[in-house]
């Protein structure tokens, strides 16, 4: 498993931390491939929500619910980087 | 602390588990076959039954019985309590068939309510454990159906929640389930659609943010994520509250908490905390005016 952080996924890192006011965490630390949700970083369900909301506001995708690959998109962080990657407009 | 609360909560919603299926499907059978005043004379033995087997909601009721009506409360106060509640479960049959005529309903601040829906806008009803959330229902009946989703936690749904909704797959489907990444955004995307979206602000579900409040002169703690949702969101905030006043009288109140909470992330923790003490103190207001509609039966204060 590569431990160290992309570019790109240091900037998702960055993005997730100053949304939800992570204070005591620091980009380079965020383990690509640990969870975000419930352990690993622990956000919840209300962060889930205001990520996705952030996420389509600065990269322009369109994060649906009825999208069957939500769970491993936000699975981890290199899983979301790559998903952003992907379908981003802006 | 807060895991061993969810946890006795958890453990309240199973309780029904045991042996009660059937009495469930007997208690349906009976109030659609035969009639609602069959099935009420059930609810005798039914309460009983409770009062007699279920430990520790008898003791959560005794203590919260004693906090609301000030002086130490007997059985016949517990048996009162569950009665009550087996009441409002029958009816919760009638109302998921749609069958809403048989009930006599008062409806308070109603415009807050209909002006909501015109608006085709949708919001978070906030509501309890406190009487009855699914009257909410009753109100589609002058208007062809109101959009209506409810918020649940369904893997703490109880046995009972589980039953009647098999009863009814068209309400069902519209219950969104907790807890995917992408629950919330299923919130949202029904609250920009129009959705008006129930959810219980009252008893925390182990995940999730939560808030000490004074309730009837003591603290508990209570989770705060329905009114973080509507921040985020952006949405209005509605309380709703069912009661149950005997026989086959309800009264339905609507009370606006918010039209926003504050959008910008300086404020929002503030305000979060200042609409959830409001909401706690709305419910103590009803709670002491209907003490005996309150189906929180376990150790409820900290």
Request: net charge negative; glycine share 6%; with cysteine.
């Amino acid at each position: 498993m590569e431990r160290s952080l992309s570019p790109f996924e240091l900037e998702v890192a960055g993005l997730i931390i100053e949304t939800l006011n992570l204070d005591d965490v620091a980009a380079e630390q965020i383990e690509p491939e640990a969870p975000l949700f419930g352990e690993g970083l622990g956000l919840d369900s209300i962060d889930a929500l205001e990520l996705s909301l952030m996420i389509s506001k600065r990269y322009g995708i369109q994060l649906r619910s009825d999208d069957p690959n939500n769970v491993e998109i936000f699975a981890s962080l290199r899983a979301l980087a790559q998903h952003i990657e992907q379908h981003r407009s802006q | 602390m807060m895991l061993n609360k969810a946890l006795h909560a958890k453990r309240w919603s199973e309780l029904p588990e045991r042996g009660t299926p059937l009495m469930l499907w007997l208690i349906c059978w009976i109030a659609t076959h035969i009639g609602r005043w069959a099935a009420r004379l059930l609810l005798y033995p039914i309460a009983f039954y409770f009062l007699l087997t279920a430990h520790e909601a008898r003791r959560g009721s005794y203590d919260y019985l004693k906090r609301v009506l000030g002086r130490d409360a007997d059985w016949r106060h517990v048996f009162k309590l569950i009665h009550c509640f087996a009441a409002t479960i029958l009816d919760r049959v009638y109302l998921l068939g749609g069958d809403f005529e048989r009930f006599e309903v008062k409806v308070h601040q109603a415009e807050i309510f209909h002006r909501q829906v015109d608006s085709g806008q949708g919001c978070i009803l906030l509501g309890s454990h406190l009487g009855s959330f699914e009257m909410l229902r009753a109100l589609g009946v002058s208007q062809q159906r109101i959009p209506l989703r409810v918020l649940m936690d369904t893997e703490h749904n109880s046995s009972i929640t589980r039953f009647l909704h098999a009863l009814n797959p068209e309400i069902a489907a519209t219950v969104i389930g907790s807890y995917r990444p992408d629950t919330l955004l299923e919130v949202k995307e029904s609250v920009d659609e129009g959705f008006l979206i129930g959810a219980l602000g009252d008893r925390p579900t182990g995940a999730g943010r939560t808030m000490r409040c004074e309730f009837l002169g003591a603290p508990a703690t209570f989770p705060i994520g329905a009114i973080q949702l509507a921040a985020i969101i952006q949405c209005p905030i509605i309380l709703f509250f069912g009661l149950y006043r005997g026989g086959n009288r309800y009264d339905i109140h609507f009370e606006l908490l918010t039209d926003r909470v504050a959008p910008d992330r300086a404020r929002r923790a503030q305000d979060i905390e200042r609409w959830t003490r409001r909401y706690v103190e709305r419910l103590e207001y009803h709670t002491r005016r209907a003490p005996y509609n309150w189906f929180n039966f376990y150790p409820f204060w900290d």
